[in-house]
């Protein structure tokens, strides 16, 4: 099969995206696929005629463009395949305030939060107890995440996030454990792979703790009761079909002591290496990371078809 592997772009997440897409690479043309490694910021107008040319795409994007549907819409236009989610899911997950939002719809609990689309007056006071996180509504892999504690903290936090023109979203810190959930499979026959449970080495999991050789211990299965594996599982499940997502997504939860389960929010172009949470759940269950790769692929092709 030829395909088209979209990385790069130009987020904050790009040089992540690159390393993941390497490994994917490889990993297809181990499996005799003839592979074109295509990065964004090369041409971002020469995608339609690259997609035309290739019998599917595989998108390793992050941040925007590529989980905010943008990409996903043009390769539709272009009538190229691509695995997971389409344009309206994969901009519903990553606008975090829309997803709690659907999530709250749907009965699935999530922390209680503050959306800030832009800066608030000089005489705003946030309604939630401190601790809180700070992050960017629309950002991911915790760059520019924040744990503060008290309002310089939170003034400190909010300054930096506007001054980069993103929207905020203040949360309520949750007590208890990380827990982190993927979803595979066709609509309407979606399943949740086991869960990891994440140990951060820190405060809490920061890009440190995700991608640093001494960050946090991913263990996977997630040492859970069959009780609170179930109920994860079937988070993840709801939060997946409540997005109206397709192929694959990676839901994060807290889990707290007396085994409370809150959803944060769903990536829907998760890590891709064979070292990353997705492919760490399906190797537990004896899956390979190229037949990961490819299986998403085929419901791609299915979906054309």
Request: net charge negative.
């Amino acid at each position: 099969m030829r395909i088209l592997l979209v990385a790069g772009g130009w987020s904050t997440e790009r040089e992540i995206s690159l390393k993941g897409a390497a490994s994917i690479a490889a990993a297809l043309r181990e499996r005799g696929h003839d592979v074109t490694l295509f990065d964004l910021s090369d041409g971002f107008d020469k995608l339609l005629a690259l997609a035309e040319k290739h019998d599917a795409a595989f998108l390793n994007l992050h941040g925007q463009p590529g989980e905010d549907g943008l990409v996903q819409a043009i390769l539709d236009r272009a009538g190229c395949p691509y695995q997971g989610s389409g344009p309206a899911g994969s901009f519903l997950a990553l606008n975090k305030a829309a997803g709690k939002a659907l999530f709250r719809l749907a009965g699935l609990r999530t922390p209680d939060y503050e959306f800030l689309p832009v800066r608030p007056g000089a005489d705003w006071k946030c309604s939630l107890p401190f601790p809180l996180f700070v992050k960017s509504n629309t950002g991911g892999s915790s760059i520019d995440l924040f744990r503060v504690n008290d309002e310089a903290q939170l003034k400190e936090a909010l300054d930096t996030l506007f001054s980069q023109h993103q929207e905020v979203l203040v949360e309520t810190l949750i007590p208890g454990r990380e827990v982190t959930c993927g979803v595979v499979g066709r609509e309407g026959e979606e399943r949740a792979l086991a869960p990891v449970l994440i140990v951060p080495k820190r405060e809490f999991f920061d890009f440190h703790d995700k991608y640093a050789a001494d960050g946090a211990a991913e263990i996977c299965p997630a040492p859970l009761s069959a009780e609170l594996t179930a109920k994860v599982q079937e988070a993840a499940v709801a939060a997946h079909r409540c997005l109206g997502l397709s192929g694959y997504s990676r839901t994060d939860f807290r889990l707290t002591d007396e085994g409370e389960l809150f959803a944060l929010e769903v990536n829907t172009l998760p890590g891709m290496t064979d070292a990353s949470l997705v492919p760490k759940e399906a190797a537990a269950e004896g899956m390979a990371f190229g037949e990961l790769l490819e299986m998403l692929l085929s419901y791609a092709m299915e979906k054309k078809a």
